[in-house]
């Protein structure tokens, strides 16, 4: 018995011969959740998608980052971003270790041809020649040897984010007939976009069939396995860059044709309920090709031979966005979203450049600005909580938090427990300062250097905003390790005039020897009205545009502070000037944060309104 159970191991491990593989064809699209009909939007005309997924399997529970490239950091690595910073932060490189390899290199081994057409923003330097034997856009399934089995990945752009903003474009949908979620205000402008959303989402779908007639016609569409799917939620305002459903859930089609029917995990037209995210793609195409899954690799394939139990949560992050940072971390389970928010005193919505170029965006602040939110509106608008917790099932629009009721303290106990859990697992870097010479997978994992579960405890107790934890946040300051003193600053930020017994150790933070811990304390001697002391530091930093990330956190705590700024506008002029003008590559974001800053001082631009936000 036990020499057959391993002669069966044996011919599962060992590659088969490459004619006996299926392909496999990624169909991605850009910045959209599931606005398809066979996800039950009665709006969407998407009759090529709705019948892919009549003939194969829907997962109605895909989950992904809320933003490209950290999601494509979780495809080709088949890991969290969160365990190589600063790949958790969009428009990063992550610092990989040197064996992680891009996984369609392990196809390429087993005798696959891969092509990608076109995307390569990894946020990482993951091996590009090493994982595809082609990569741009004329890379092709069709340009291979015959007989080759492929892995083909083709991206659709026709529904990103830029076809919000404005332009002349003729829209097949109605404005006046969208239906607008409550968590947005009803203004002209928000409907025009959904329609015009809806219009390109009607333009993927028949892109969409276009590539499923040019594989028929290639005479493969019987040996090749499809999935069709989005990079991340979105588009429209709050989805894209935020963790509620609306940013992270994405539509997930896998077809099976018959001949490779035995590898699905359920018949034609079948629904999966159990939640899956990116980082169970990579094992889950390995598995259908009969390739031995890496053991670095840390989700489970939903299908194939190699297919594991369901997950029981997948997880999802958001930190820094361009310009703008924040933190937020994110438990999904099948019915249940948990948010944690570790900088609560922030508001969701901040004035990023790129996002504030669509319509629907720029009409929400107006609305803000009139004092015509409801609680619902507003609710984006203001500070966050500390946490949340929705009912996606009741509350697929994530607007009723249910974190502070009794009835579901045993949910909410779970959920916090499995965050921490997978943020020791993965040595979560985003609770590291970006710029800390601890990012990156090698270095965060010397022993002994990144406490992170004492690191975990004391953000977690800083994100609180409890007076009473201001003991600790001073004591913390004094702490060897960079981490600590950068909560423990971030917390007296949080805290405002009541951390004002940590003043005299905000100041000797003014020197520590790491740019971001000085940063924050210089935010949090701000925030107890302390700009005189504060300045100086954060003009320093912000004047190094080469040198970013502690430029970007100057930045944006100069921004924040708005007003209370003005008498430093020469200064921040001069330096604008000097760094427009810097030889190579100055850093863009610091540069954005100040011209937006000074156009609001100078009245070229009107400053955001946060409704019972004080700074």
Same mark, same amino acid.
């Given at each position: 018995?036990?020499?057959?159970?391993?002669?069966?191991?044996?011919?599962?491990?060992?590659?088969?011969?490459?004619?006996?593989?299926?392909?496999?064809?990624? !169909?991605?699209?850009?910045?959209?959740?599931?606005?398809?009909?066979?996800?039950?939007?009665?709006?969407?005309?998407?009759?090529?998608?709705?019948?892919?997924?009549?003939?194969?399997?829907?997962?109605?529970?895909?989950?992904?980052?809320?933003?490209?490239?950290?999601?494509?950091?979780?495809?080709?690595?088949?890991?969290?971003?969160?365990?190589?910073?600063?790949?958790?932060?969009?428009?990063?490189?992550?610092?990989?270790?040197?064996?992680?390899?891009?996984?369609?290199?392990?196809?390429?081994?087993?005798?696959?041809?891969?092509?990608?057409?076109?995307?390569?923003?990894?946020?990482?330097?993951?091996?590009?020649?090493?994982?595809?034997?082609?990569?741009?856009?004329?890379?092709?399934?069709?340009?291979?040897?015959?007989?080759?089995?492929?892995?083909?990945?083709?991206?659709?752009?026709?529904?990103?984010?830029?076809?919000?903003?404005?332009?002349?474009?003729?829209?097949?949908?109605?404005?006046?007939?969208?239906?607008?979620?409550?968590?947005?205000?009803?203004?002209?402008?928000?409907?025009?976009?959904?329609?015009?959303?809806?219009?390109?989402?009607?333009?993927?779908?028949?892109?969409?069939?276009?590539?499923?007639?040019?594989?028929?016609?290639?005479?493969?569409?019987?040996?090749?396995?499809?999935?069709?799917?989005?990079?991340?939620?979105?588009?429209?305002?709050?989805?894209?860059?935020?963790?509620?459903?609306?940013?992270?859930?994405?539509?997930?089609?896998?077809?099976?044709?018959?001949?490779?029917?035995?590898?699905?995990?359920?018949?034609?037209?079948?629904?999966?309920?159990?939640?899956?995210?990116?980082?169970?793609?990579?094992?889950?195409?390995?598995?259908?090709?009969?390739?031995?899954?890496?053991?670095?690799?840390?989700?489970?394939?939903?299908?194939?031979?190699?297919?594991?139990?369901?997950?029981?949560?997948?997880?999802?992050?958001?930190?820094?966005?361009?310009?703008?940072?924040?933190?937020?971390?994110?438990?999904?389970?099948?019915?249940?979203?948990?948010?944690?928010?570790?900088?609560?005193?922030?508001?969701?919505?901040?004035?990023?450049?790129?996002?504030?170029?669509?319509?629907?965006?720029?009409? @929400?602040?107006?609305?803000?600005?009139?004092?015509?939110?409801?609680?619902?509106?507003?609710?984006?608008?203001?500070?966050?909580?500390?946490?949340?917790?929705?009912?996606?099932?009741?509350?697929?629009?994530?607007?009723?938090?249910?974190?502070?009721?009794?009835?579901?303290?045993?949910?909410?106990?779970?959920?916090?427990?499995?965050?921490?859990?997978?943020?020791?697992?993965?040595?979560?870097?985003?609770?590291?300062?970006?710029?800390?010479? !601890?990012?990156?997978?090698?270095?965060?994992?010397?022993?002994?250097?990144?406490?992170?579960?004492?690191?975990?405890?004391?953000?977690?107790?800083?994100?609180?905003?409890?007076?009473?934890?201001?003991?600790?946040?001073?004591?913390?300051?004094?702490?060897?390790?960079?981490?600590?003193?950068?909560?423990?600053?971030?917390?007296?930020?949080?805290?405002?005039?009541?951390?004002?017994?940590?003043?005299?150790?905000?100041?000797?933070?003014?020197?520590?020897?790491?740019?971001?811990?000085?940063?924050?304390?210089?935010?949090?001697?701000?925030?107890?009205?302390?700009?005189?002391?504060?300045?100086?530091?954060?003009?320093? @930093?912000?004047?190094?545009?080469?040198?970013?990330?502690?430029?970007?956190?100057?930045?944006?705590?100069?921004?924040?502070?708005?007003?209370?700024?003005?008498?430093?506008?020469?200064?921040?002029?001069?330096?604008?000037?000097?760094?427009?003008? !810097?030889?190579?590559?100055?850093?863009?974001?610091?540069?954005?944060?100040?011209?937006?800053?000074?156009?609001?001082?100078?009245?070229?631009?009107?400053?955001?309104?946060?409704?019972?936000?004080?700074?």
């Amino acid at each position: 018995m036990m020499a057959r159970i391993c002669l069966l191991l044996l011919a599962w491990l060992v590659p088969v011969a490459a004619a006996e593989r299926p392909n496999i064809l990624w !169909l991605v699209s850009e910045d959209n959740g599931p606005f398809l009909g066979c996800y039950g939007d009665a709006q969407a005309r998407t009759p090529t998608l709705d019948k892919l997924a009549g003939q194969g399997v829907l997962y109605e529970r895909c989950f992904t980052m809320p933003v490209c490239a950290p999601s494509r950091f979780t495809l080709i690595s088949g890991m969290y971003p969160t365990t190589c910073g600063p790949a958790q932060h969009m428009r990063a490189q992550g610092k990989i270790p040197s064996w992680l390899k891009g996984f369609p290199a392990y196809l390429r081994a087993a005798g696959y041809h891969t092509t990608n057409n076109a995307k390569t923003d990894y946020n990482a330097p993951v091996n590009i020649n090493e994982a595809w034997n082609a990569s741009g856009k004329q890379a092709h399934y069709r340009n291979r040897p015959a007989g080759q089995p492929f892995f083909s990945v083709f991206n659709h752009e026709v529904s990103h984010e830029s076809c919000l903003f404005p332009q002349n474009e003729p829209s097949l949908f109605d404005p006046a007939t969208m239906r607008i979620p409550p968590y947005q205000p009803d203004t002209p402008e928000m409907r025009a976009d959904w329609a015009r959303y809806y219009t390109r989402i009607a333009k993927l779908d028949s892109q969409i069939a276009a590539r499923l007639k040019d594989l028929a016609d290639s005479g493969e569409a019987d040996n090749t396995i499809v999935f069709y799917y989005s990079d991340n939620g979105g588009v429209l305002p709050r989805s894209k860059r935020f963790l509620q459903e609306s940013g992270t859930h994405v539509p997930l089609i896998v077809y099976f044709p018959p001949k490779w029917r035995h590898l699905a995990p359920a018949a034609p037209g079948s629904r999966i309920k159990d939640p899956v995210h990116f980082i169970d793609f990579a094992p889950t195409v390995l598995s259908l090709a009969g390739v031995e899954i890496p053991a670095y690799m840390q989700g489970r394939a939903f299908a194939g031979a190699a297919k594991a139990g369901p997950n029981e949560y997948v997880f999802c992050t958001r930190d820094r966005m361009d310009e703008r940072y924040d933190m937020m971390r994110s438990v999904v389970g099948s019915r249940w979203m948990y948010i944690r928010n570790y900088r609560p005193d922030l508001a969701y919505v901040q004035p990023l450049s790129y996002m504030f170029q669509a319509r629907g965006y720029q009409s @929400w602040a107006g609305v803000a600005r009139a004092a015509k939110l409801t609680p619902a509106t507003a609710m984006f608008w203001g500070e966050k909580p500390t946490e949340e917790l929705y009912d996606m099932l009741a509350d697929p629009d994530s607007v009723h938090n249910l974190a502070a009721d009794p009835a579901h303290a045993e949910t909410l106990g779970n959920m916090r427990a499995a965050l921490k859990k997978r943020v020791l697992a993965n040595m979560d870097n985003g609770f590291l300062p970006e710029g800390s010479p !601890l990012e990156g997978y090698d270095a965060s994992r010397v022993p002994g250097v990144y406490p992170i579960e004492r690191v975990f405890t004391l953000a977690t107790i800083a994100s609180e905003r409890n007076p009473a934890n201001l003991p600790r946040l001073i004591e913390s300051l004094g702490d060897p390790n960079e981490s600590i003193r950068w909560w423990a600053a971030q917390g007296c930020t949080m805290l405002r005039d009541k951390a004002a017994g940590a003043e005299p150790a905000l100041r000797q933070r003014l020197d520590d020897p790491s740019g971001a811990v000085q940063v924050a304390a210089a935010e949090a001697l701000a925030r107890l009205g302390k700009v005189d002391s504060a300045m100086p530091v954060l003009l320093r @930093w912000v004047g190094q545009a080469a040198a970013p990330p502690s430029a970007v956190q100057a930045a944006n705590v100069l921004d924040r502070l708005g007003e209370a700024v003005r008498p430093a506008l020469p200064g921040l002029k001069t330096t604008l000037a000097q760094a427009r003008n !810097l030889p190579g590559k100055a850093d863009q974001y610091p540069l954005r944060i100040l011209t937006h800053l000074i156009d609001v001082l100078e009245g070229r631009e009107q400053a955001l309104i946060y409704p019972e936000l004080r700074y």
